[in-house]
C-alpha cells in the first residue's frame, strides 16, 4: 500500500521542488521532509476531531468518516492520528475511524440526507 503513495508524491516533487536536481540527492532529503509533514499533518487533523469529539461528549460510539490518499495509503499515518487522538479527547469519549472511499461527493450526500431527516423531525413534532 505505500508504493501508490509513493509515485504520487514523488511525481509532485518532480514537478515543483526537484527540476534542476538530481533525482537521488531530493529524494533522501525528502523522506525526512515527508516525516515531518505526515506528522504534522495527523497531528493538525487529530486536533481538529478531539475538539468535535469533545464537543459532543456522545455517551456512545462515534463513528469518524474520513477520505483521502494520505490516510488510506500511508503506512503510518492512521497510527499517528489514533494516538493523538487519544491523548486529546476527554476521557469516556469512545470513537472509530472510517474511510470513506467514495469521495467527498458522498460525504456531502450524507450531510444533506440527515439534515434533510432533522429538519422532517422538527415540523413533526411542530405538528
Same mark, same amino acid.
Given at each position: ?28 532529503v ?15 487533523? $487529530? *486536533?481538529?476531531?478531539?475538539? &468535535?469529539?469533545? !464537543? #459532543?461528549? /456522545? ?19 492512521k ?28 460525504? $456531502? *450526500?450524507?450531510?444533506?440526507? &440527515?439534515?434533510? !431527516? #432533522?429538519? /422532517? ?7
Open positions: 500500500t505505500w508504493k501508490p503513495f509513493c509515485e504520487q508524491h514523488t511525481t509532485a516533487c518532480q514537478l515543483t521542488f526537484c527540476r534542476n536536481r538530481h533525482f537521488e540527492e531530493p529524494f533522501i525528502k523522506g525526512t521532509e515527508m516525516k515531518k509533514h505526515c506528522f504534522r499533518a495527523a497531528y493538525l487533523t $487529530a *486536533a481538529g476531531i478531539s475538539q &468535535v469529539l469533545n !464537543r #459532543m461528549n /456522545r455517551p456512545f460510539k462515534v463513528t469518524v468518516g474520513i477520505d483521502g490518499s494520505v490516510y488510506r495509503f500511508h503506512p503510518f499515518f497510527r499517528l492520528l489514533e494516538e493523538k487522538i487519544n491523548v486529546l479527547i476527554t476521557k469516556g469519549v469512545r470513537y472509530q475511524l472510517m474511510l470513506s472511499k467514495d469521495g467527498s461527493g458522498i460525504g $456531502a *450526500a450524507v450531510v444533506a440526507a &440527515v439534515a434533510t !431527516r #432533522m429538519r /422532517r423531525e422538527k415540523e413533526r413534532k411542530r405538528a
